[in-house]
């Protein structure tokens, strides 16, 4: 006759060097941060018998403090929380392999990726998967990512990942294949792919291959309950460390299943957690230099600016656009909407703000294209394709792009009033990550931008033009004005 035992498995995404607590509402009630995190998981370990907390990807990139120490802060208050198991999500690329290779080796926990190869060799980059014995019971963990979320390592002709789910499936298929002589109980997918494609990839996977769970992250997805896809539970927590995903879950040794579970996103604020000390006295070291570093003002804003959303028009991905159009004299300037990594800036700026909002130091480089060209590209910004998963632009002011959404297409698209003349040609500048990538983005080739015109860099640093904008301009303001329209 089976067993049956009980499992807490506790999941964060997307933490992007989330390390400090928000004081919001009245009488001092704070959200988010690692001190309060790590309260909530000391307490979790303390209370329950068989609890796993794992990552799924996205530690690094998105703060001032990880930024000045290229994911070395990261790193040591990651093994502070000590998880169980991490996956690589596309931002721990953001410093380069050759460092994430450094970062790695500065971890404490495990890091799985089983897709990720050295293409010459065919050998796998990371360790592959993690089994991991729990009261007797075998827990294998597979690490995925799929290069559609780290196109930065497209021009790395010595590495190579599955370019497609169904590669990716059937590497799961491998592994699973591999080890189903070991009695493994439970097996986990932790994916950096973003919820869509997760419910894919989960639809693709045979189920005598025993899949139980993905645990993903990339398109900081809020759920109110788990996707349920070919027998799989499918869930991620948002973005940062202002919540965490909680399973419980109970699992028969006979065969091999979830028998019974419950999951719930967990608010991390002084409500429900208490702050670890020893964690805040680690993190203030890192934000004494910091600050000291960076407290200057450089601008002021008229009220505070906002980007709620990477997939819509926002205020502040308005006022970048308008202020790299203005210091190039392109046409239209396409700005990466997932550059602008905070939801809010101002009243009043200073550099070190600014900086975590804005943190890649990336080039500006301007291209010639025709008007079908440019329609194509704006055509390819449609809802459908904007999910989180894939990428979405700000543009500046002038631009006025009119979407059908009953026919799918992009409607109309004018330029200071004047529609876009198939023929004629127009000035784009792009950040460097975009232009390597704009086939994935815009639908525009490499050799299309090149075609026309020779391309010319405009600044080795987009983030050095838009903080010398800032610098010169006093009591901005900015509103969303309808540039894209989705009718």
Avoid at 312 to 330: H, K, M, P, S, Y
Wanted: proline share 3%; aromatic share 8%; charged share 25%.
């Amino acid at each position: 006759m089976g067993r049956t035992k009980e499992f807490t498995i506790l999941h964060s995404n997307d933490m992007h060097g989330d390390f400090l607590a928000e004081m919001r509402g009245e009488q001092g009630h704070l959200i988010g941060g690692l001190s309060l995190l790590s309260g909530y998981i000391n307490r979790v370990r303390a209370e329950e018998p068989n609890v796993i907390y794992c990552i799924a990807g996205d530690m690094v990139q998105g703060s001032l403090i990880d930024a000045e120490y290229k994911g070395i802060s990261t790193m040591e208050l990651m093994n502070y929380l000590a998880p169980d198991v991490v996956t690589l999500g596309n931002h721990e690329f953001d410093y380069g392999l050759p460092h994430l290779l450094f970062l790695e080796k500065m971890a404490n926990f495990p890091i799985v990726n089983a897709n990720l190869y050295i293409r010459q060799y065919g050998k796998r980059l990371f360790q592959p998967y993690l089994i991991k014995n729990v009261d007797g019971f075998d827990i294998l963990f597979i690490g995925i990512i799929t290069e559609r979320v780290i196109d930065m390592l497209r021009t790395d002709t010595m590495l190579s990942s599955f370019v497609t789910l169904e590669e990716a499936a059937r590497e799961v298929g491998k592994i699973c294949n591999a080890y189903r002589g070991d009695d493994i109980d439970l097996t986990v997918l932790l994916t950096h792919i973003g919820f869509e494609s997760d419910k894919e990839l989960a639809g693709m996977l045979d189920p005598a291959w025993g899949v139980d769970m993905i645990i993903g992250g990339h398109s900081h997805t809020v759920l109110e309950q788990p996707a349920e896809v070919n027998g799989v539970l499918i869930a991620q927590a948002g973005t940062g460390t202002d919540q965490i995903g909680r399973f419980d879950i109970a699992v028969d040794d006979d065969t091999n299943s979830i028998t019974g579970w419950k999951w719930q996103l967990v608010p991390i604020d002084s409500d429900h957690c208490s702050p670890d000390e020893h964690l805040m006295e680690f993190i203030e070291g890192f934000r004494t230099t910091v600050d000291a570093k960076y407290g200057s003002i450089i601008c002021k804003f008229t009220r505070t600016l906002t980007h709620p959303l990477r997939t819509q028009e926002t205020e502040l991905g308005d006022l970048f656009a308008d202020a790299i159009q203005e210091r190039t004299g392109v046409d239209v300037a396409f700005v990466g909407s997932g550059s602008i990594r905070k939801t809010e800036l101002g009243p009043a700026v200073t550099l070190g703000d600014y900086l975590a909002l804005f943190p890649y130091d990336d080039s500006l480089t301007r291209f010639v294209i025709t008007g079908a060209q440019l329609r194509r590209a704006f055509g390819f910004m449609r809802p459908e394709n904007c999910t989180g998963e894939g990428e979405y632009y700000q543009v500046n002011r002038g631009v006025h792009a009119v979407y059908d959404r009953e026919r799918h297409e992009l409607a109309s698209l004018a330029l200071h009033g004047a529609p876009v003349d198939d023929s004629a040609r127009y000035s784009i500048c792009l950040q460097g990550f975009h232009y390597k990538n704009s086939h994935v983005g815009l639908q525009l080739t490499s050799e299309e931008l090149e075609t026309l015109e020779k391309p010319r860099l405009l600044a080795t640093s987009c983030r050095d033009v838009v903080e010398e904008y800032l610098r010169g301009h006093q009591n901005l303001d900015a509103c969303v004005e309808g540039r894209l329209l989705y009718a």
